[in-house]
């Protein structure tokens, strides 16, 4: 399971905001890392999280025994980072959100050209970092999808070979 994530916001504030009121997370200071930093809490009772840092933090590892930092830096426009979450919300709600901050939002379908296997919306904080939405009714067809036997009979049909081993 994964507990928390860390993203960059260019306007942390303001990410932190528009996601709390998203998600209904609690959105709290996490001064400790570097300054400015918010963590959004779900409350979950698994510790679910996402840090929001500033544009531009990098992590940089300690040497020896002293623990990894967050610095001040400057970041990329776009990165090949991404996470699904999964969400009691109705669709048009997040599009309205998204709408209203002037960020994009879609809803599609993912898996091989032709062969639909699960629907999300595309959810772009600041048109920059992807956040993948599945409202409960997307979820059952995603989880059918998420198993490691789902994922390589895909493969092997998109591709006419065959299953990987375990």
């Known amino acids: 399971m994964i507990h928390h994530v860390s993203i960059p916001a260019r306007d942390v ?67 090949p980072f991404h996470l699904l979450l999964s969400l009691d919300v109705d669709p048009a709600e997040v599009e309205r959100i998204a709408a209203r901050e002037g960020w994009r939002a879609l809803r599609c379908w993912r898996g091989p050209p032709g062969k639909p296997v699960f629907e999300l919306i595309e959810f772009w904080i600041e048109n920059r ?21 789902a994922h390589d009979e895909m493969l092997a049909a998109m591709r006419g070979a065959s299953v990987l081993p375990a």
Do not use: C, N
Request: proline share 9%; aromatic share 6%.
């Open 129 to 149: 970092v992807m956040v993948e939405i599945a409202t409960p009714e997307m979820l059952p067809d995603y989880l059918r999808a998420a198993t490691a036997q």
């Open 13 to 79: 504030s303001h990410v932190a905001k528009v996601l709390s009121e998203l998600t209904g997370w609690k959105a709290r200071p996490f001064t400790g890392p570097v300054a400015g930093a918010i963590m959004l809490l779900a409350e979950d009772g698994h510790g679910t999280a996402i840090e929001l840092y500033p544009d531009g933090s990098t992590l940089t590892p300690g040497e020896g025994d002293r623990q990894g930092t967050i610095e001040p830096g400057t970041g990329p426009q776009l990165f």
